[in-house]
Every structure is written in C-alpha cells, then in structure tokens.
Nanobody, 115 residues
Framework: QVQLVESGGGLVQRGGSLRLSCAAS????????MGWYRQAPGKQREMVAT???????NYADSVKGRFTISRDNAKNTVYLQMNSLKPDDTAVYYC?????????WGQGTRVTVSS
C-alpha cells in the first residue's frame, strides 16, 4: 500500500503563488504516474496536472502557463508550483500516484484564492 501526504495549501490573494508537495511512502517499487487533481465545491474532481516517471507532463487547459508540475523520483515526491492564482483555482487539491498494482490518493489540501 502506498500512502500520500500533501502539504502547502492555504489562503492566497489573486495573483499570488503557492507550492504544493506530496510525498509517497510505503513499499514502493516504482510509481509510473504522479499527479494533482482538484475538486471545487459542487463540482466533480478534475485533473490539474500529471507527470510520468520519465517526466512527461500533461496539464489542464485552465492551468497551462501558470502551474508547473515536477517530481523527485529519488524522494517519491511530486510538486505543483502554482503562479498567477485566480479565485477559480479555489478547491481541495488531491495528490495521486499510480502504477500497475496500485492507485493511491492523498487526503487533500485546501487552496483558497481570494479576490
């Protein structure tokens, strides 16, 4: 079983920045894909950004050019640098890690962007 612990959420003003981190622990042989998803009140969870072990990245159109995902394979950690934040980015952000034999989620970290 792989456990994920997120950190870095909080309250920020429009135009501000935050950096989310997510560390994976447990019996880990490999993690193919790590990513960030978010769920705003009353909305479905949506993909924000993903990154493979080979560092191929994928972003939601709404965050392209503002968010950057990265990972440290040696530390089994994934990061999300969020710049130029907007009120529409307000949500609970969830970390995800998956490979052939597991698909794990973190408990979520709240990001609130004030106008």
């Amino acid at each position: 079983q792989v456990q994920l612990v997120e950190s870095g959420g909080g309250l920020v003003q429009r135009g501000g920045s935050l950096r989310l981190s997510c560390a994976a622990s447990g019996i880990i042989v490999s993690i193919n894909t790590m990513g960030w998803y978010r769920q705003a009140p009353g909305k479905q969870r949506e993909m924000v950004a993903t990154i493979t072990s080979g560092r191929n990245t994928n972003y939601a159109d709404s965050v392209k050019g503002r968010f950057t995902i990265s990972r440290d394979n040696a530390k089994n950690t994934v990061y999300l640098q969020m710049n130029s934040l907007k009120p529409d980015d307000t949500a609970v952000y969830y970390c995800n890690a998956r490979d052939v034999i597991f698909n794990s989620w973190g408990q979520g970290t709240r990001v609130t962007v004030s106008s």
